[in-house]
Structure formats: C-alpha cells, structure tokens
C-alpha cells in the first residue's frame, strides 16, 4: 500500500535552514509528480512545490520562491524540500502527497515546522 512518511522538521530561527524528507513506499515512485503542501493553523492549506516525475520540472508558490527547493531521488524513492531563509510565516505542517489515478490521493502524517526566535 502506498506510504508517505516525512522527517526533517523541527524549530529554527528566522533566516535558518531545514531540510525535509519524504519517503515513499507502495508504489512506483519513478513515474509520479510528487507535491509538497503546508497547514498553518487557522489557515487553508496551502500547496507549496511540485516536482514532475523525472525532476525536469518545478512549480512554486509565490510565497517560496526563490527560497525553497524541491528534488528527488528516484533511486532512494523520496523527495525533498530545502527550505532557506525561512520566515515565521513559514510555520505550519508540512504534507508530502501523491495522485495517482490507480490509487488516488495520498498523504503522509506531515511534519512540524516551526519558525520562532
């Protein structure tokens, strides 16, 4: 069955660094894009980088740009978030998700990121 699990989060100071990993399980990692999307609380949730099944393609949102980036690694079946100059703005969950039309939309438990001084 299809597996999502994130690590990597944690509190950092504005202006820091954290590096999340997704590893996924289930299925066959290679062929799908893979997103990353974010929940603040008492906000919508937000989608904040996408990653094409190859890694030849990339979508942010505005309000990352420029300061996150997304790859993968077919071969270790995970994909990442670098996230620089972070902002508390920047706090929320952090979800990796899949669709597939096999096996619809899945997401992983998320994780916590915290950006506070």
């Known amino acids: 069955q299809v597996q999502l699990v994130e690590s990597g989060g944690g509190l950092v100071q504005p202006g820091g660094s954290l590096g999340l990993s997704c590893a996924a399980s289930g299925f066959t990692f290679s062929y799908y894009t893979m997103k990353w999307s974010r929940q603040a609380p008492g906000k919508e949730r937000e989608l904040v980088a996408t990653i094409t099944s190859s890694g030849g393609s990339t979508y942010y949102a505005d309000s990352v740009k420029g300061r996150f980036t997304i790859s993968r690694d077919n071969v270790k079946n995970t994909v990442y978030l670098q996230m620089n100059s972070l902002k508390p703005d920047d706090t929320a969950v952090y979800y990796c998700?899949?669709?597939?039309?096999?096996?619809?939309?899945?997401w992983g438990q998320g994780t916590q990121v915290t950006v506070s001084s």
């Open positions: 998700h899949v669709r597939g039309a096999t096996f619809g939309d899945y």
